[in-house]
């Protein structure tokens, strides 16, 4: 024996604004983390200012733009005739460029732990912001290829449903049916 099919609305838009609520959570989230990193990564920067001489050679993280936004980039400062100069690093690695000649010897272990937390840092910025960058790309490779589709699917939905109209013999669309049961709401 069959049993009979449940028939139910399919979600609305309000039905689905919790995945809009779910998003915009995590998203505060992680932006509350990152602005905990870059405001440890602005600390570091200061005692690494505090602690290393104005020398060339002196390790600063300053804050440069890449796609729009402003990154945290570990730099080593050098002094020419021309004035001083930032030349960006990786971070990775960035405590084996501490200087322990001379006037950088007295702090190089305080100076070089400090570069130790500020690459620690940069790799746990770059991690939280990882699922942001990935969703970005994939929703919109998915949006512009859902749009083709579902574009393609209702034409032919309504074309379907125009024949089986003829078929049957039934006058008027649902659009109209669909109108008149609204205002009767």
């Not at 995590?26 to 290393?52: H, P, R, Y």
């Amino acid at each position: 024996m069959l049993k009979p099919i449940e028939t139910r609305t399919p979600p609305t838009i309000e039905h689905l604004s919790t995945l809009s609520e779910d998003a915009s959570c995590i998203a505060g989230k992680i932006a509350a983390e990152v602005a905990q990193i870059d405001s440890a990564l602005t600390a570091l920067d200061e005692l690494l200012n505090l602690l290393q001489p104005p020398h060339t050679g002196k390790i600063r993280i300053e804050w440069w733009e890449r796609n729009g936004r402003c990154m945290p980039t570990p730099v080593i400062c050098s002094h020419s005739k021309a004035g001083w100069r930032a030349v960006r690093v990786p971070g990775k690695g960035l405590s084996r460029r501490v200087k322990s000649a001379r006037a950088f010897n007295d702090n190089y272990k305080q100076v070089k732990a400090i570069c130790q937390n500020v690459t620690t840092l940069l790799k746990m910025r770059e991690q939280a912001l990882a699922p942001i960058a990935m969703f970005q790309r994939t929703t919109a490779g998915t949006l512009n290829t859902n749009a083709v589709c579902l574009t393609m699917t209702c034409t032919g939905i309504d074309l379907a449903m125009g024949f089986a109209r003829q078929q049957f013999g039934m006058e008027g669309s649902t659009e109209d049916s669909d109108e008149d049961a609204l205002q009767d709401e």
